[in-house]
C-alpha cells in the first residue's frame, strides 16, 4: 500500500474524507507537523485544513504510541494512525513519529494529492485503517555528489521533500571532490572563486583519453545553504555535509597552491574522473585550513556528525615531499604512509572538541582513529571489522546502495560505473546489518543510506531516473527488514508509480507487482 511497508497495519470498512470544512486539532508539540500537512497538501486538494479545537483531523504527542510494537524499533520515530470515518488520529511520543505519520497521510490519499497543481475533482478519501510503526534503523539516508556535477538548489530542495516521503532522515552533501567545490568559505574566497569551475570534463569512465570541453561549474550561497538546512529540519531531515580531505581536494589545490606538497606547483580544477595523485601537505597551515573550513561547515550545518571523506588518498607526493617526511618523523610515524591515520586523527580531534562526531569513508579493513564513525563501500566485512573495533557503522556497500551503476544490463541505460548493474531486486534484498553477524557488532550498525556519485550525471532528470525506483527499495527494508519483496514491496510499488508520477519523477523500470 505505502513505502516503506508499515510493520502493523490493519484495514476496516470505509474510510475519512477530507472536505472544505475539514479541520486540524494540533496539540502542544504538533504544531509544525500539522504546518507540514497543510504546506503538503494545500497544492492538490486547495483544502484549507484551518487549526480548530474542534478538528477531525488530530495530531498529538502522547508516549504511549507505538510501546506496542516489538523491541528492537527506534522508539523515539514511532508513530500511530487511525483513519475511522469520523476522524483521522495521528498519535507519536516525539515530533519526529508525527511528521512520518504526515508522510504516510499523503500516501494513503489518491495519488494526486502530491502533485503541486490542482486537481479539482477528485474525491481526497483516506481508506480506513489502523497503523502502528517505527523504524528498525534510526540512520536512513542519501547521498548527493553535487561535486562532480553541480545540481541547483532547487533540484537539493526537491530531493528534500522526495526523501522525506519515503522516510528517509539524512542527506549527505558530497560538497567537495577534486573536479569542484561547492560551498563557500569566507577565510578562503578563492575556493568557490577558482575551484568551484573547470575548464572542461571528462566523457566516459576514468581513464577516458576524451572531453568535452564544456566548461562547468557553480557553488551554492551560504544563504542558500542555511535554507536548505532548515526546509529540510520542517521534513525531519538532518543535512549531512562533507568536506573531502585529505585526498580528493584539488580544487581547493587550483585555488590555494600553498596547501599542497610541491611549493610553487599551480594546478587547475581537476577534469577527469578517478583517483587524483595531488592531496593536501601536513604542514601546519593545512591544517589550519582544515580547522578553518570545518568551523564554518559547523556554523552553516547543526547537523551532530560532519563527514570528512578520507579515503582514496594517495601517499606518493608525502613519500617524496620533504616537509611529509619531516613531519612524519617528528610525530613518530614508521613511514609516510602513516600519515594518513595521522591526519585524520588531528582532524577528528578538532570536530570531537566542537560537540561533533566526525565520520568517515573505509575503502578497506584498515582502523580509523577512535572516535570516528566509518562507512565502509567497498565490502561489507569492513563494516564488521569496523564494529568489532567499537566504530559505529553506517552500512554504505557499494553493490547494493551506489545508484551510479546502472539498473539492468539493457543496452539503453545510461552510462554508469564499471561493473555489473545494481538491480532493485539487490537493492531490497541486501540487510543492513547481515545476520551473520554477532549481535554485539551489529548493535553497532546506525542504518545505511543511498549514493549518487554524478561522475556521469549530467542533470536532475538522470538523477532522477538512476535513484528512483532502488531508493524506494532501500527506505522500505530499512525502515522494516521484515517486509518482502513480492508480497510487500512490489505491490506497494505498483502503486507508488502513480505518486512518482504525480510528482513528476522520471524514474527507472518498476517491475509488474
Known amino acids: 500500500m505505502i513505502i516503506p511497508h508499515p510493520v502493523r497495519l490493519d484495514r476496516d470498512p470505509g474510510g475519512f474524507t477530507l472536505g472544505a470544512d475539514t479541520a486540524v486539532r494540533a496539540g502542544d508539540g504538533a504544531r509544525d507537523a500539522a504546518r507540514l500537512l497543510r504546506t503538503l497538501l494545500r497544492p492538490a486538494t ?185 526546509f529540510a529540519a520542517g521534513r525531519g531531515v538532518t543535512v549531512l555535509p562533507e568536506i573531502e580531505m585529505p585526498g580528493h581536494t584539488r580544487a581547493a589545490l587550483a585555488a590555494y597552491p600553498e596547501l599542497g606538497n610541491v611549493p610553487g606547483r599551480a594546478l587547475d580544477v581537476w577534469t577527469d574522473w578517478g583517483v587524483c595523485e595531488q592531496v593536501l601537505g601536513v604542514h601546519d597551515a593545512a591544517l589550519d585550513f582544515c580547522r578553518t573550513v570545518l568551523d564554518e561547515v559547523m556554523d552553516l550545518f547543526p547537523s551532530p556528525y560532519v563527514h570528512i571523506g578520507g579515503d582514496e588518498c594517495p601517499v606518493v607526493e608525502w613519500e617524496t615531499s620533504p616537509a611529509a617526511l619531516r613531519r612524519a618523523a617528528d610525530e613518530g610515524l614508521p613511514a609516510a604512509k602513516a600519515l594518513h591515520g595521522w591526519f585524520l586523527g588531528r582532524i577528528g580531534d578538532h570536530l570531537t572538541a566542537a560537540g561533533r562526531r566526525p565520520l568517515c569513508w573505509a575503502e578497506d579493513s584498515g582502523a580509523p582513529p577512535p572516535g570516528f564513525t566509518v562507512m565502509p563501500w567497498r565490502d561489507a566485512d569492513h563494516g564488521l571489522t569496523a564494529a568489532r573495533r567499537g566504530h559505529d557503522v553506517v552500512m554504505s556497500p557499494h553493490r547494493s546502495t551506489y545508484f551510479d551503476y546502472p539498473q539492468s544490463a539493457d543496452p539503453g541505460e545510461p552510462l554508469g560505473q564499471a561493473g555489473d548493474p545494481v538491480e532493485l531486486r539487490a537493492v531490497h534484498a541486501a540487510d543492513t546489518a547481515p545476520g551473520s553477524w554477532e549481535p554485539r557488532a551489529a548493535a553497532r550498525v546506525l542504518g545505511t543510506q543511498g549514493h549518487l556519485w554524478t561522475e556521469f550525471v549530467a542533470d536532475e532528470r538522470q538523477a532522477e531516473y538512476l535513484l528512483f525506483p532502488r531508493l524506494c527499495a532501500l527506505a522500505d527494508r530499512v525502515w522494516n527488514p521484515g517486509s518482502r519483496w513480492s508480497e510487500d514491496f512490489l505491490p506497494a510499488l505498483t502503486a507508488h508509480r502513480a505518486r512518482l508520477a504525480a510528482l513528476g519523477v522520471r524514474h527507472g523500470p518498476i517491475p509488474a507487482g
Do not use: C, N
Not at 121 to 145: C, E, H, K, N, S
Open 46 to 230: 486547495g483544502l484549507p485544513l484551518p487549526d480548530s479545537p474542534d478538528g477531525a483531523v488530530v495530531l498529538a504527542l502522547d508516549p504511549a504510541a507505538g510501546a506496542g510494537l516489538r523491541a528492537g524499533h527506534v522508539a523515539a520515530e514511532a508513530y500511530e494512525l487511525t483513519v475511522a470515518p469520523d476522524r483521522v488520529l495521528l498519535r507519536a511520543p516525539r515530533p519526529a513519529g508525527l511528521l512520518h505519520g504526515v508522510q504516510t497521510i499523503r500516501q494513503l490519499l489518491p495519488a494526486q494529492a502530491l502533485s503541486d497543481r490542482p486537481a479539482p475533482g477528485v474525491r481526497w478519501r483516506l481508506p480506513a485503517v489502523r497503523i502502528a510503526d517505527a523504524p528498525r534503523y534510526g540512520w536512513r539516508g542519501a547521498m548527493l555528489d553535487v561535486s562532480r556535477h553541480f545540481l541547483p538548489m532547487s533540484f537539493v530542495r526537491r530531493f528534500v521533500d522526495l526523501i522525506a516521503l519515503h522516510k528517509l532522515t539524512v542527506l549527505h552533501l558530497h560538497l567537495t571532490d577534486d573536479q569542484g567545490w561547492r560551498m563557500p568559505v569566507a577565510a578562503y574566497p578563492r575556493l568557490t572563486e577558482v575551484g568551484a569551475f573547470r575548464a572542461r570534463s571528462m566523457v566516459g569512465r576514468a581513464g577516458s583519453p576524451h572531453h568535452d570541453d564544456r566548461p562547468h561549474g557553480g557553488a551554492y550561497t551560504a544563504a542558500q545553504l542555511r535554507e536548505l538546512v532548515a
